[in-house]
């Protein structure tokens, strides 16, 4: 290959999600245990469910599934968001979404940044759950004004990042051992250091007023603080979790179990105390702060705004019933909760296509292409499907739920956390911090579904003209 050729994004992407992959591998050695964990479980689902493995053949997702994660972090400033917000360009993910933590008392706004396309998603659907800290929702005007002065001393990017971000904005890409040395660059963004940028008492103050403020102000960069794999079941890797040594958080978030997933169930768990050192005697004090921890996933399919709706009225009904308390008291009455009032979400695909609550992803059968050859396949993409003329399969749900959000971020937490309740996102103050608007999701989901359609389209009219 020539010197000169631009490798694409979807390469650099799934460089650097490797390389993070190996970076935390290293630092939180649980992280290995569970990705080999739901490795073995993935496999299992795969050969106890042929019709599973089709689909997923079908859309391609069982070729992304084994590199597929999520990573999460959080930073300080609007000059780092938009910067990483550069940063991850590069790679071809953009900010799709914009998550309000403050109405469940976390002082950040989030989006994530993740491949948009169909094709990029097949290549590497990596994500990263990007929160801004709300330094605006402390109620302390002085220690308001402290952190952002200690944030505004710390460079989060390196020289030589910063360089090749600039060089694939005007070249268009990145060269191969530009890309390579890009990959190294960029991931000093995202590692842990044990060396805090502030004295003990600071830290006391910063995290006094939420652990979150402490977490972002007293560091040198936006450490990486989980990086999560998807499993196809994730009740099976919830109870093996114990007998590896890894204790989850009491309930798995979001929807409950159910035949035909969907969106996103998530459950977590802390990984780590991390040692740390503050700038007392110079460097020699020893503190301890816990910010990295491990998570899985389970993802189903996309909802219409229409099913998206049925979802949040429903758990917020559970919601505003069963608490669960500190300890994880009140987790089964949640689940119990949670299982009998989604009793009134339909459970089969077919109902979930009809009624309009899902989006799918059409494709032709070869029934379909010869009855187009004979001149019978016609109609709506329902009609075809009930024909047998066209499939109809899930289209996987590539985002976050920001309640569920909320409860990994508390659940890592601790439950001390001010709360802000009452507090409201910001949506305008976010985009302008980013210096872009995000992407809105149901966009996509609709577009993918749609050019899906337009190919199963041409795919039959090209069987009837050829057979004519
Ligand atoms: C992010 C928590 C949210 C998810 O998967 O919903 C999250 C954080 O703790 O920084 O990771
Ligand atoms: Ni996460």
Same mark, same amino acid.
């Given at each position: 290959m020539s010197d000169s050729v631009l490798v694409s994004t979807d390469a650099i992407r799934g460089a650097?999600?490797?390389?993070?992959?190996?970076?935390?591998?290293?630092?939180?050695? +649980?992280?290995g245990t569970l990705m080999?964990?739901?490795?073995?479980?993935?496999a299992g689902v795969l050969a106890a469910d042929p019709a599973l493995a089709d689909s997923l053949e079908r859309t391609g997702e069982i070729e992304r599934l084994s590199d597929e994660r999520h990573g999460a972090i959080r930073v300080g400033t609007a000059e780092e968001l938009s910067t990483i917000a550069r940063l991850f360009a590069v790679m071809g993910m953009e900010p799709v979404g914009y998550y309000d933590?403050?109405?469940?008392?976390?002082?950040? !706004?989030?989006?994530?940044?993740?491949?948009?396309?169909? !094709?990029?998603?097949?290549?590497?659907?990596?994500?990263?759950?990007?929160?801004?800290?709300?330094?605006?929702?402390?109620?302390?005007a002085a220690l308001r004004a402290e952190a952002a002065e200690i944030l505004s001393r710390r460079r989060i990017f390196t020289e030589g990042a910063l360089a090749l971000i600039e060089r694939f904005e005007t070249a268009g890409g990145l060269t191969e051992a530009e890309a390579d040395r890009f990959v190294g660059e960029a991931l000093e963004t995202f590692r842990w250091h044990s060396e805090a940028t502030v004295d003990a008492a600071t830290y006391e103050r910063l995290s006094k007023a939420h652990r979150l403020v402490a977490d972002v102000v007293s560091f040198k960069g936006p450490h990486i603080n989980h990086l999560t794999p998807r499993t196809l079941d994730i009740e099976a890797v919830q109870r093996a979790m114990p007998a590896r040594g890894i204790e989850p958080k009491a309930v798995i978030e979001g929807p409950p179990e159910r035949a035909c997933p969907i969106l996103l169930r998530q459950t977590s768990f802390k990984a780590l105390e991390e040692p740390i050192l503050f700038t007392d005697g110079h460097g020699t004090r020893a503190g301890r702060h816990t910010a990295r921890f491990g998570e899985i996933e389970q993802r189903g399919v996309a909802l219409t705004p229409k099913g998206r709706a049925l979802y949040d009225e429903l758990l917020a009904s559970v919601r505003g019933g069963a608490a669960v308390g500190a300890g994880g008291s009140g987790a089964q009455d949640y689940d119990a909760a949670l299982r009998e009032r989604f009793a009134d979400f339909p459970d089969d695909a077919g109902t979930l296509r009809r009624e309009g609550l899902a989006f799918f992803r059409?494709?032709?059968?070869?029934?379909?292409?010869?009855?187009?050859?004979a001149g019978r396949a016609s109609g709506d993409p329902g009609a075809l499907v009930d024909a047998g003329h066209a499939t109809a399969d899930p289209i996987v749900y590539e985002d976050f739920l920001p309640v569920s959000a909320a409860g990994i971020f508390q659940s890592n937490l601790g439950t001390d956390a001010q709360s802000n309740?009452?507090?409201?996102?910001? +949506?305008?103050?976010?985009?302008?911090?980013?210096?872009?608007?995000?992407?809105?999701?149901?966009?996509?989901?609709?577009?993918?579904?749609?050019?899906?359609?337009?190919?199963?389209?041409?795919?039959?009219?090209?069987?009837?003209?050829?057979?004519?």
């Open positions: 650097f999600s490797a390389a993070m992959s190996e970076m935390y591998r290293k630092e939180v050695p +649980q992280y080999s964990l739901v490795a073995e479980i993935n933590l403050a109405v469940a008392g976390i002082p950040v !706004h989030s989006t994530a940044f993740r491949p948009v396309s169909d !094709h990029a998603l097949a290549q590497n659907p990596f994500r990263v759950f990007t929160s801004l800290l709300r330094l605006d929702l402390l109620e302390d059409y494709a032709p059968t070869p029934r379909g292409l010869e009855a187009a050859a309740a009452g507090s409201r996102g910001n +949506q305008g103050a976010f985009e302008a911090a980013l210096g872009r608007g995000v992407l809105e999701e149901t966009t996509l989901y609709a577009a993918a579904e749609a050019g899906s359609i337009r190919r199963l389209h041409r795919a039959l009219d090209a069987a009837r003209a050829r057979a004519a």
